[in-house]
């Protein structure tokens, strides 16, 4: 059954808030399926929010048959201020002590192309695979305010439909490499969730929703899961052009 929703609320922590509920929710749901169940994190501000909430309100049994990883990782070492997965070990990971195996981190330190290379390999051993797909049951997601998402940027829109599950990416303005999901494994996830904040994406945000002037250039309209359980958390500055 598809299940595509809006949710918008005051601001960011707000969002972070009611977010944080919902991987509450999840965690009870799945602790009582006794599964195991596979979920890539992102980075940025709210995500970090979220992991600090997550740290205060639930506890290290709450997550034993989660598999964390990661959609993008700055080519950075793990202990640098930019890594995606550091700063997800220290504002959650560690204050919950959860255990190293069940952590499959992008490795930003290696040969992009080579890590670029086994962490695509890596997914296919640890997670489902669907008509040759790596599925997760749950990804999320932000958007730039060049409408870029995991870390496929306008200017290299062609990442997107890579037959790889991961890919080298590029900044465009930094020229720093990065190392992404493609399209092919976001749009096989079971569930998608999108985390925008800010005025500053709220124009292009209008464009994605509502398909108008130059949406089809934004990565981050092509987000379109099979599932068709897409689901976007926006905060009111995000949605002030809607």
């Given at each position: 059954?598809?299940?595509?929703?809006?949710?918008?609320?005051p601001?960011?922590?707000?969002?972070?808030?009611?977010?944080?509920?919902?991987?509450?929710?999840?965690?009870?749901?799945?602790?009582?399926?006794?599964?195991?169940?596979?979920v890539?994190?992102?980075?940025?501000?709210?995500?970090?929010?979220?992991?600090?909430?997550?740290?205060?309100?639930?506890?290290?049994?709450?997550?034993?048959?989660?598999r964390?990883?990661?959609?993008?990782?700055?080519?950075?070492?793990?202990?640098?201020?930019?890594?995606?997965y550091?700063?997800?070990?220290?504002?959650?990971?560690?204050?919950?002590?959860?255990?190293?195996?069940?952590?499959?981190?992008?490795?930003?330190e290696?040969?992009?192309?080579?890590?670029?290379?086994?962490?695509?390999?890596?997914?296919?051993?640890q997670?489902?695979?669907?008509?040759?797909?790596p599925?997760?049951d749950?990804?999320w997601?932000?958007?730039?305010?060049?409408?870029?998402t995991?870390?496929?940027?306008?200017?290299?829109?062609?990442?997107?439909?890579?037959?790889?599950?991961?890919?080298?990416?590029?900044?465009?303005?930094?020229?720093?490499?990065?190392?992404?999901?493609?399209?092919?494994?976001?749009?096989?996830?079971?569930?998608?969730?999108?985390?925008?904040?800010?005025?500053?994406?709220?124009?292009?945000?209008?464009?994605?929703?509502?398909?108008?002037?130059r949406?089809?250039?934004?990565?981050?309209?092509y987000?379109?899961?099979?599932?068709?359980?897409?689901?976007?958390?926006?905060?009111?500055?995000a949605?002030?052009?809607?």
């Amino acid at each position: 059954m598809e299940r595509r929703r809006h949710y918008v609320y005051p601001d960011p922590a707000s969002l972070a808030g009611a977010f944080a509920c919902e991987v509450s929710n999840f965690l009870m749901e799945v602790s009582d399926s006794g599964k195991p169940v596979h979920v890539a994190l992102s980075g940025g501000s709210t995500p970090l929010s979220i992991f600090k909430q997550l740290k205060d309100t639930t506890l290290k049994e709450h997550w034993t048959f989660v598999r964390l990883y990661w959609v993008d990782e700055r080519c950075v070492p793990p202990d640098h201020e930019e890594s995606n997965y550091g700063n997800a070990l220290k504002s959650m990971i560690q204050p919950l002590d959860l255990p190293g195996e069940h952590l499959h981190r992008i490795r930003g330190e290696e040969d992009p192309a080579s890590e670029a290379a086994r962490y695509g390999q890596m997914l296919s051993e640890q997670l489902p695979v669907e008509r040759g797909v790596p599925v997760f049951d749950w990804i999320w997601l932000g958007m730039g305010e060049d409408g870029h998402t995991a870390s496929i940027f306008p200017d290299q829109l062609h990442l997107w439909n890579s037959p790889e599950s991961c890919a080298v990416a590029t900044h465009p303005g930094t020229g720093q490499k990065r190392i992404t999901l493609t399209g092919n494994v976001i749009n096989a996830a079971r569930r998608v969730s999108f985390l925008v904040t800010g005025e500053k994406k709220a124009p292009l945000l209008n464009e994605i929703i509502m398909k108008e002037g130059r949406y089809l250039e934004y990565p981050a309209f092509y987000v379109a899961p099979d599932s068709g359980n897409l689901e976007w958390f926006m905060d009111k500055d995000a949605t002030s052009w809607l």
